[in-house]
């Protein structure tokens, strides 16, 4: 798991943005495109892709993309996988 996979994954679940624009300091909750739906969309991505179950607190306590990777590098080492 590395940032720049992480981020493509990311970028992934937005349509309308420029999936360029977005690397780890992107600031995701401000991007014009977020919404709970993109909320959901990452969650359910991070599942599929990293078997990690991530909650909305996860998401909401993150600023960043990295932050958001942070934490979900946290829960895969300390065996929270799903």
Not at 54 to 68: C, F, Y
């Amino acid at each position: 798991m590395d940032l720049n996979g992480f981020v493509a994954n990311f970028a992934e679940q937005f349509d309308e943005t420029d999936k360029s624009a977005i690397t780890g300091s992107t600031e995701f909750k401000g991007l014009e495109e977020w919404s709970s739906m993109t909320a959901l969309s990452v969650i359910a991505m991070i599942d599929s892709e990293y078997d990690i179950q991530i909650k909305g607190a996860d998401i909401r306590d993150s600023a960043t993309v990295a932050e958001l990777f942070g934490r979900v590098q946290a829960l895969a080492s300390s065996g929270n996988a799903c």
